[in-house]
C-alpha cells in the first residue's frame, strides 16, 4: 500500500498560483526574490490598521462591525501590495522564466525560494496544464462536488472529550510561530506569499488581531471562500478527469488562518486522545515508519510460528472530494470541541466557490458543496475525525492491531480469512453511511511465498476474501 512506503497528501502544496496559469505561478513566485528582506520600520507598516481592528475587537459581534473589519482588511491588503512592490497584476502575460535543473545555479536559487518546486522539477520535469477543455472540466466537478448528505449517527454518538477546544484568543506568539514554518507556495488571488506576510508582519500582531476577529465573529471574509483550482495529474489517461487531483489555491492569510486553527485541533486531539491509536496520517509523529515497524512484526510472528495472518490493502474512491459538509460539522460537534468551533468549521466551508485551470483556460465559478480542500491545513484532520468512528468499530478495545490507518488507507488484519472479511465488511458498510465509498480497482489481498509456514492454505497469507464491487480475490 502506497501510505505504508511514503506519506499521502500534504497539507500544502507547491501549487500554480491563482494568475491563471503554471506560468504565471513561477512569475509570482520569483517575484519574492525582489521583495525587500526587511522593511525600514516594520511595526509602522500595519500598525494603524491593527489598531483599528484592536479597538474592534472591543466591539459586540454585529454586521456593522463585521463590514467594517472588512474595509479595514482590503485597505491593508492595499497597502501591503504596495509596499512589498507586488507587480502589476496586468504582467501576467510576461515570458515565464524557465529553471535548468541541469543548471545548478538555477536549480540552487529555485530551493531557496520554494524548496517542494525545486524537487517536483528535477523529478518530474517541467508541469503541465490539464488537456481537458473548461467545459468538461466544469460539467465533472460540478457533479463530484455536487450536495451530499451522510448520516453523522456514528459521529454524534461518540464519547465527547471532557474539555471543549479553546477558542481564547490567538496571541501574536502563536501566529508568528505558524508564518515562521510556513513553506513559500504560489500566492492566492491577493498575490502575497508567506515571505510578504513574514516581511510587512514578522511579529504577527496584524494577522493575530485579524484571525481574533474572524474567531469573535466566527466567519471569514467571503473573499477567503474564493479559489482557483490547479489539477496535478496522477497517473494514466490525461483526457480522464478522475486522473487529475484538483489542489485549492486560496489567500495565504485564509490559509494561515487555517493552519492556527489546525495548530489548535491538532493540539486539543492528541491531549484528549481523541483519535485512535491506529491512525497515523496528518499527525505530528512519524506514522509511518511505526506503521511499517507494526505489519513486519504481525509478518515475522506468522513466519515462525506466532499464528496465521491475513491482510488487506483498502483505499477510498475520491476520499477527500466525497465528504459531506454536514458529516465534516457533526464529527467535530460528536468528538466535543464545542458549538463555536463547529460553527467556524461550518462558516469554513459555505458559499465556497473555485474556477479550475486548464490548457484552455479556467473554468466558471464551480460551487463546492462537498468534499474538504486539499491544499488547507485543517483539511487531514477533518477526515481523520470523519473516519475515526470506522477504526474505532475495527479495533475495539484490542491492544493488537487490528487495523492499521493512514488517512485514508485502511489495512485491517486478521488471524483467519473469516475474521478478516468481518472487518472488511464492517469498514464497508459503516464508511457507506458516511459517503465514503471505498475503490475496488486499489484493494488487495497480497500472497507473496513464506508469510506464514503454518497456514492451511500454504503459502497464501489471504487465500480469498469477498471485496464489494470486485468478487472473490486474489
Given amino acids: 500500500m ?99 535543473p541541469q543548471n545548478a545555479q538555477q536549480i540552487q536559487s529555485l530551493y531557496r525560494r520554494n524548496r517542494r518546486r525545486a524537487v517536483r522539477l528535477i523529478a518530474e ?26 448520516d453523522t449517527t456514528l459521529l454524534t454518538r461518540r464519547m465527547p472529550a471532557p474539555g471543549e477546544l479553546s477558542l481564547a484568543a490567538f496571541t501574536e506568539d502563536e501566529v508568528a510561530a505558524r508564518l515562521r514554518r510556513c513553506e513559500n507556495t504560489a500566492p492566492g488571488g491577493d498575490r502575497l506569499t508567506y515571505h510578504h506576510w513574514r516581511t ?27 479559489s482557483r483550482t490547479v489539477l496535478i495529474h496522477k497517473k494514466g489517461e490525461k483526457r480522464d478527469p478522475t486522473n487529475w487531483r484538483p489542489i485549492s489555491l486560496g489567500n495565504t492569510i485564509a490559509k494561515l488562518y487555517a493552519g492556527c486553527l489546525a495548530s489548535r485541533l491538532q493540539g486539543w486531539l492528541c491531549d484528549h486522545g481523541i483519535l485512535s491509536q491506529c491512525q497515523k496520517g ?64 461550518q462558516d469554513l466551508y459555505e458559499d465556497n466557490t473555485t474556477t479550475i485551470i486548464s490548457e484552455g483556460g479556467t473554468t466558471e465559478p464551480v460551487a463546492i458543496k462537498a468534499g474538504i480542500r486539499q491544499g488547507c491545513p485543517l483539511s487531514g484532520l477533518l477526515f481523520n475525525l470523519v473516519l475515526d468512528p470506522v477504526i474505532r468499530a475495527v479495533q475495539g478495545g484490542q491492544r493488537q492491531h487490528k487495523i492499521l490507518a493512514y488517512a485514508d488507507d485502511l489495512t485491517p488484519m486478521g488471524g483467519s480469512p473469516a475474521e ?33 509456514t503454518r497456514s492451511p492454505w500454504g503459502d497464501a497469507c489471504c487465500p480469498q476474501c469477498w471485496l464489494p464491487g470486485r468478487g472473490w480475490t486474489p
Avoid at 202 to 226: D, Y
Wanted: hydrophobic share 40%; proline share 7%.
Fill in 282 to 345: 496528518f499527525l505530528p509523529h512519524d506514522g509511518v515508519f511505526e506503521h511499517n515497524f507494526v505489519l513486519q512484526e504481525r509478518l515475522d510472528a506468522a513466519r515462525t510460528g506466532g499464528g496465521d495472518l491475513c491482510v488487506a490493502f483498502l483505499d477510498y474512491a475520491n476520499a477527500f472530494g466525497s465528504v459531506a459538509h454536514n458529516a465534516l460539522v457533526d464529527s467535530v460537534r460528536g468528538a466535543g470541541t464545542g458549538d463555536a468551533f463547529a460553527s467556524i468549521i
Fill in 2 to 100: 502506497d501510505a505504508m512506503a511514503t506519506p499521502s497528501r500534504l497539507f500544502t502544496q507547491d501549487c500554480p498560483s491563482q494568475g491563471g496559469s503554471l506560468q504565471n505561478s513561477d512569475q509570482q513566485e520569483d517575484a519574492v526574490e525582489t521583495a525587500p528582506a526587511k522593511l525600514e520600520d516594520d511595526s509602522s507598516v500595519l500598525a494603524e490598521h491593527t489598531k483599528k481592528l484592536r479597538r474592534l475587537l472591543t466591539r459586540a459581534p454585529n454586521a456593522d462591525n463585521w463590514a467594517e473589519f472588512g474595509s479595514i482588511l482590503d485597505d491593508a491588503i492595499s497597502v501591503i501590495a504596495t509596499t512589498v512592490k507586488l507587480p502589476d497584476a496586468t504582467a501576467d502575460g510576461r515570458p515565464r522564466r524557465e529553471v535548468n
Fill in 125 to 150: 520535469g517541467p508541469s503541465t496544464l490539464c488537456p481537458i477543455p473548461p467545459d468538461e472540466l466544469e460539467a465533472y466537478f460540478s457533479t463530484v462536488w455536487a450536495p451530499k448528505e451522510a
Fill in 420 to 452: 478478516l472479511q468481518t472487518r472488511i465488511n464492517v469498514v464497508t458498510a459503516l464508511s457507506s453511511g458516511l459517503g465514503l465509498q471505498l475503490n475496488p480497482s486499489k484493494w488487495s489481498c497480497p500472497t507473496p511465498p513464506a508469510w506464514t
Fill in 200 to 226: 510587512v508582519d514578522p511579529e504577527g500582531s496584524f494577522l493575530a488581531a485579524v484571525f481574533n476577529c474572524c474567531l469573535r465573529h466566527r466567519r471569514v471574509p467571503a473573499c477567503w471562500k474564493a
